[in-house]
């Protein structure tokens, strides 16, 4: 069965420290993999994907995730946090059509 | 571009009412739109896929007849909510999959918040 983890429910950090959202995908084979972020009462914004190019992906707003394959994991990671990161952050992978969601991380940065 | 729209953003109804959503593609063709809801707090689940012209493909669990929709054209797909009830009250957002575009990617709409009373 096909299936995305997000190990953290919720991570709280200092502004201007790095961040760390963990994901871990399940698949017998490697699917398209997305970040997206969702601030309150909002829709999805696409951050980053990655489709078997680049190991490392570059986002918006400084964010970046790397595919390691061994580790079946996309974990996204931002050097400095910023006030306006604080948002809800769902690691999704795509297997064809089919979009499987993470439970999502909520994210909180600390003045 | 890849904009995709969503009106009413929000709609408060009585029980038993009727409520209908629209999901637009504004700028591309989406031969595959896909309707989520999401509760407070988490994460968004796939409620069914509507290809146009065909009907709609429901995840199990989700009630057709009470979850309609209707994808009449490449650029909108409607859901309707048949007798509204309280339980009913989420967050809906579509997605549309570009019939041109990258594959495996969908474009979010911004959501519509429904309550029900």
């Known amino acids: 069965a096909q299936s995305v983890t997000q190990l953290d429910s919720h991570v709280s950090v200092s502004e201007g420290t790095p961040v760390l959202l963990r994901c871990n995908y399940s698949?017998?084979?490697?699917?398209?993999l997305f970040w997206y972020v969702q601030h309150p009462n909002k829709g999805l914004q696409l951050l980053l994907k990655?489709?078997?190019?680049?190991?490392l992906v570059k986002g918006i707003n400084g964010f970046e995730a790397e595919f390691k394959k061994s580790e079946t994991s996309f974990h996204l990671t931002k050097p400095s946090a910023h006030m306006s990161d604080a948002a809800e952050y769902f690691c999704v992978g795509g297997y064809g059509q089919n979009f499987v969601f993470g439970p999502g991380t909520r994210l909180s940065v600390l003045p | 571009g890849a904009v995709v729209s969503q009106h009413p953003s929000w709609v408060i109804c009585k029980s038993g009412t009727s409520v209908k959503i629209e999901c637009r593609s504004l700028d591309f063709q989406a031969t595959t739109m896909f309707w989520y809801r999401q509760f407070p707090k988490q994460s968004l689940m796939l409620m069914a896929t509507s290809n146009e012209g065909s009907k709609a493909t429901y995840e199990q669990g989700v009630e057709k007849d009470k979850f309609l929709i209707n994808h009449a054209s490449l650029t909108l797909s409607t859901l309707t909510v048949t007798s509204a009830h309280p339980e009913d009250s989420s967050f809906y957002i579509c997605?549309?999959?570009?019939?041109?575009?990258?594959?495996?990617?969908?474009?979010f709409g911004p959501g519509t918040r429904l309550t029900v009373l």
């Open positions: 698949s017998s084979y490697s699917p398209s």
């Open positions: 997605s549309a999959e570009s019939s041109g575009g990258f594959l495996d990617e969908q474009f």
């Open positions: 990655y489709t078997s190019a680049a190991t």
